[in-house]
Antibody, heavy 121, light 111 residues
């Protein structure tokens, strides 16, 4: 059974840092493309970052230069290092497994339960 | 700032049908497949439809998807109280600022 379990959220002051983890089971993280998606309180979904099976990484402009996505293959775990945090980064952060059935066909078939990050003084 | 536009809300009585539209552009829906996600209150999103019109295992055929040009549509027939949720469309985007985009979200209310 595929499972994704996030952890590491919490309250942090503006300008601070936090590292989120997403422990996966039932599949191999390094063989899939994995993303982080966030949802601000009462708002919609926003894609944040992706790491491909080959190791390439991409970010939304809103977090580029501040967030870093990575994975530990030995722990089958995905990470999101968040630096220089701002109030507008406050959100529930979900990790999600990505799938591609063909060129131009991408979707997220499994999601974690999410972890709340609150940036406030 | 979602680039895919959905109606904020739709509603219908139990047993009826609702449709949710998702409007985009050539950089996203126009050249990529669309997926749909259901988010029940207080829970994580769940994949409902992928590749425009395919259902993952376990998703009832009451849910259907279609795409035409730069728009996509989710249909729900035989509406049930358990369908009350937020629904989001999503697709790849070829712009430089973001790789994947979601719709603004639609709240489905069962009257």
């Amino acid at each position: 059974e595929v499972q994704l379990v996030e952890s590491g959220g919490g309250l942090v002051q503006p300008g601070g840092s936090l590292r989120l983890s997403c422990a996966a089971s039932g599949f191999t993280v390094s063989s899939n493309y994995m993303s982080w998606v966030r949802q601000a309180p009462g708002k919609g979904l926003e894609w944040v970052s992706v790491i491909y099976s080959g190791g390439s990484t991409y970010y939304a402009d809103s977090v580029k230069g501040r967030f870093t996505i990575s994975r530990d293959n030995s722990k089958n775990t995905l990470y999101l290092q968040m630096n220089s945090l701002r109030a507008e980064d406050t959100a529930v952060y979900y990790c999600a497994r990505g799938k591609s059935s063909s060129s131009h066909a991408y979707y997220f078939d499994y999601w974690g339960q999410g972890t709340l990050v609150t940036v406030s003084s | 700032q979602s680039v895919l536009t959905q109606p904020p809300s739709v509603s219908a009585a139990p047993g009826q049908k609702v449709t949710i539209s998702c409007s985009g552009s050539s950089s996203n829906i126009g050249n990529n497949y669309v997926s749909w996600y259901q988010q029940l209150p207080g829970t994580a999103p769940k994949l409902l439809i992928y590749d425009n019109n395919k259902r993952p295992s376990g998703i009832p055929d009451r849910f259907s998807g279609s795409k035409s040009g730069t728009s996509a549509t989710l249909g729900i027939t035989g509406l049930q109280t358990g369908d009350e949720a937020d629904y989001y469309c999503g697709t790849w985007d070829s712009s430089l600022s973001v790789l994947y985009v979601f719709g603004t979200g639609t709240k489905v209310t069962v009257l």
